[in-house]
């Protein structure tokens, strides 16, 4: 398996200021993903941060909001940017050891929460 | 709209009991699946996995059934112990938008088990 940790834990933010959360993962791997999940909710797929190149973002997601850094195989980082109330939500890491692997592992979240 | 659904919201249990979790799927392409377990505050950890050439899969205390011809997939949990108190999700491995592969997860089924 492989060790993800987030920081911060937990944010107050006020609208309209933004927020970096960095992810690092205790070896190297493959993929990184970025996932938000709503209170209450599921989890959804932001986007997948690729290293050395712009990441991928799903429907519904751009960079402009949600800039993401990927400057090698350990650490990410997800930029919030321009935050209002909706954007309260847990932000979620993710990764996985190889492209071809299946098995993806997850740190404990950011807690944002916008006023 | 999301293709991983879960049957019901919230299932209560006494401990000693079985657990069965269900989860429908609606695309037929995925290859994979995976149950996760959230606790209050942390990430989703992974339970156990199944690929889509198998129909049953077992773990320690945990069965996963896969029924492709009705795209269901159901958890099962043995002598539930009050610790199973979590969110659980289905996930499925799909081609995402984007981003090649990506887990797409359902809306969660919150167990509850009473001593």
């Known amino acids: 398996s492989a060790v993800i940790s987030q920081k911060p834990s937990r944010d107050i933010c006020q609208r309209g200021t933004s927020l970096t959360i960095q992810c690092q993962v205790d070896?190297?791997?493959?993929?990184m993903f970025w996932y938000r999940q709503q209170p209450g909710q599921s989890l959804t797929l932001i986007a997948t941060?690729?290293?050395?190149?712009?990441?991928?973002?799903e429907s519904g997601f751009v960079i402009d909001k949600f800039p993401i850094s990927r400057p090698n195989l350990t650490f990410s980082t997800l930029t919030v940017s321009n935050m209002s109330p909706e954007d309260s939500s847990i932000y979620l890491c993710s990764a996985k050891r190889q492209a071809s692997s299946y098995e993806q592992y997850f740190g404990p979240g950011t807690r944002l929460t916008v006023t | 709209g999301e293709s991983v659904g879960l049957h019901l919201p919230t299932l209560s249990v006494q401990e000693g009991d079985n657990s069965i979790i269900n989860c429908a799927y609606s695309n037929s392409a995925s290859d994979y699946f995976i149950w996760y377990k959230q606790e209050s505050g942390k990430g989703p950890q992974f339970i156990i996995d199944i690929r889509s050439n198998m129909d049953k899969r077992q773990g320690q205390r945990v069965t996963v059934l896969l029924n492709k011809t009705v795209k269901h997939l159901s958890l099962q949990i043995a002598a539930t112990q009050p610790g199973d108190s979590a969110v659980y999700f289905c996930a499925e491995n799909i081609m995402s938008n984007q981003a090649g592969t990506a887990l797409i997860f359902g809306k969660g089924t919150t167990l509850s088990v009473s001593s």
């Open positions: 070896s190297q791997v493959t993929m």
């Open positions: 941060a690729n290293q050395g190149s712009e990441a991928t973002y």
